[in-house]
């Protein structure tokens, strides 16, 4: 499996970034795509999965009702809409995949940045 994220850039506090990652290299049935994020200093951090299925949507608390996850089957894409960024959204953000009985992502993109300034 490949995954290529893409979208990352800077923004201002209140801004909207989209990311997307394209999957390919396997069926993609009974999987779940998520976006985690990784801050400078801290430890790796969910932000938000989607069963790649049925489309069940999962969020971090600190995202929800700014943050949609989403998926095109079509193209093969997972797409991740922030809204009213904050600076504390500033964070290396990687698109995974993990089948759905499996906790652990064990696909993983390559990272894409997003910064927010106030």
């Known amino acids: 499996v490949q995954l290529q994220a893409s979208g990352g850039g800077s923004a201002q506090a209140g801004d909207s970034l989209r990311l997307s990652c394209v999957a390919s290299?396997?069926?993609?049935?009974?999987?779940?795509m998520g976006w985690l994020r990784q801050a400078p200093g801290r430890e790796r951090e969910f932000v938000a999965s989607?069963?790649?299925?049925?489309?069940?949507?999962y969020y971090a608390d600190s995202v929800k009702g700014r943050f949609t996850i989403s998926r095109d089957k079509a193209k093969n894409t997972v797409y991740l809409q922030m809204n009213s960024l904050k600076p504390e959204d500033t964070a290396v953000y990687y698109c995974?995949?993990?089948?759905?009985?499996?906790?652990?992502?064990?696909?993983w993109g390559q990272g894409t940045l997003v910064t927010v300034s106030s």
């Open positions: 290299g396997r069926t993609f049935t009974n999987t779940v």
């Open positions: 989607i069963t790649w299925n049925v489309g069940s949507t």
């Open positions: 995974a995949q993990r089948p759905m009985a499996v906790q652990d992502y064990n696909y």
